[in-house]
């Protein structure tokens, strides 16, 4: 009985694990120059077709650019030197309901939304230094410099 | 009235010479006491604060442009709304093509620009957008996993439309309509799908990119009673991402 007990548990952690794993928000679809992505404190290379995660933060250097698919269909992209993280992604498809959070620390980066603002104007948010974005169902564009080059741009 | 033509070019003058604080306290100097009407007061009030004059003189050193947010005109003639909250508090929408507002120091600035400012602002980013997910469908003979003469004249370009995808997720699902067994539906709508994924791999689309099923004569397009034939149901969908 506890033998079938731990295996039930083992079973449950291996199951939830995987699913973790499993659980891509969306996937990389073009991809040029130099582009990294932060996961859980490891610096990773991607390639395209990978997948991207909740908490993902996305890097590009000085000639890079990255754009990803997610699952609800709104497309991001990221231009060169930009850091931007996927904070929250929630979509039940079966609904469309959901939020999605992005922040963006420098760099450029366009939004074209999805299912999520069609359900719900405002569900898809870009937060910058300055503001948060929220997107009622549009293609934008950000962009953000680095308040430290704002500030060495200065005489 | 001629003190008030006097007073302009005074003003001109004490502006041109002084500048703005010069002009300031020259309004300050001649206001209330002599009780001059409103229209003359107004006439002369500083906008916000400040002289119409100096706004042509150049600002020293204003701050850099550190955040700029820029609707982009949409595919379908689609108006694009997005809502700006500030850290302070403030906010602000833009509405409509090319509405823009630009961040410097604390000021907010609102404009509408064009599509040679996106290209220069957002260029690298709006060019590396990925395609949007399409959907194509394709009809088959009765009872057959073979396309109908039209369909056969549009795979050619839905198929290639894929092919240019940079790592395409592809879902094909089988139908059929109602004729005959519903188990042999069932396998004839994975046979058309198959059919499909065969035409893609040939084409060069990867086999694991491509995810097959068929659903026999259980999700009609259109509804009818059992054994009745209808040309719409017997499909293959295709979604692509």
């Given at each position: 009985m506890m033998n079938y007990i731990k295996g039930a548990m083992l079973l449950v952690l291996a199951m939830a694990a995987f699913s973790a794993y499993a659980?891509?928000?969306?996937?990389?679809?073009t991809m040029s120059g130099q582009v990294a992505i932060e996961r859980g404190g490891k610096i990773i290379t991607p390639a395209v077709g990978d997948s991207v995660y909740q908490t993902d933060k996305i890097i590009t250097g000085k000639d890079g650019s990255v754009g990803m698919l997610f699952a609800d269909d709104s497309r991001i992209s990221a231009g060169p030197n930009s850091v931007l993280a996927l904070d929250k992604f929630a979509f039940?498809?079966?609904?469309?309901d959901g939020n999605f959070d992005v922040s963006m620390k420098k760099g450029t980066l366009s939004v074209i939304s999805g299912k999520l603002t069609q359900k719900t104007p405002g569900a898809l948010k870009v937060k910058t230094p300055a503001a948060i974005l929220a997107v009622r169902g549009t293609e934008f564009s950000v962009k953000v410099d680095e308040p430290e080059a704002a500030q060495e741009a200065k005489p | 009235m001629n003190r008030m033509s006097k007073a302009l070019v005074l003003l001109l003058v004490s502006t041109s010479i002084t500048g703005c604080a010069g002009y300031s306290s020259f309004v300050n100097s001649f206001?209330?006491?002599?009780?001059?009407s409103e229209v003359q007061i107004a006439a002369y009030q500083p906008k916000d604060g400040k002289s119409p004059f100096c706004e042509e003189l150049p600002k020293p050193?204003?701050?850099?442009?550190t955040e700029v947010y820029m609707v982009m005109p949409e595919e379908g003639g689609k108006i694009g709304t997005v809502d700006v909250i500030f850290k302070d508090g403030k906010n602000a929408v833009l509405h409509g093509d090319y509405s823009a507002m630009s961040l410097a120091g604390e000021e907010q600035k609102a404009f509408v620009g064009n599509q040679a400012q996106m290209r220069e602002l957002f260029g690298s980013a709006v060019d590396a957008l990925p395609k949007p997910p399409i959907a194509a469908t394709l009809y088959f003979l009765l009872g057959k996993d073979e396309l109908t003469a039209e369909s056969k004249a549009e795979a050619e370009n839905i198929y290639r439309s894929f092919v240019e995808r940079q790592a395409p997720e592809i879902l094909i699902v089988g139908h059929t309509d109602t004729v005959g067994p519903a188990k042999r539906n069932q396998t004839l709508s994975v046979k058309r799908a198959e059919k499909v994924r065969k035409s893609l791999i040939k084409l060069g689309?990867?086999?694991?990119?491509i995810q097959i099923s068929g659903k026999g004569e259980r999700e009609l397009l259109v509804k009818t009673p059992d054994n009745t034939k209808e040309p719409k149901n017997r499909r293959v969908d295709i979604n692509v991402r």
């Open positions: 659980d891509g928000i969306g996937k990389i679809k039940d498809s079966d609904t469309n | 206001a209330p006491a002599k009780q001059p050193l204003p701050p850099a442009v689309v990867p086999a694991a990119n």
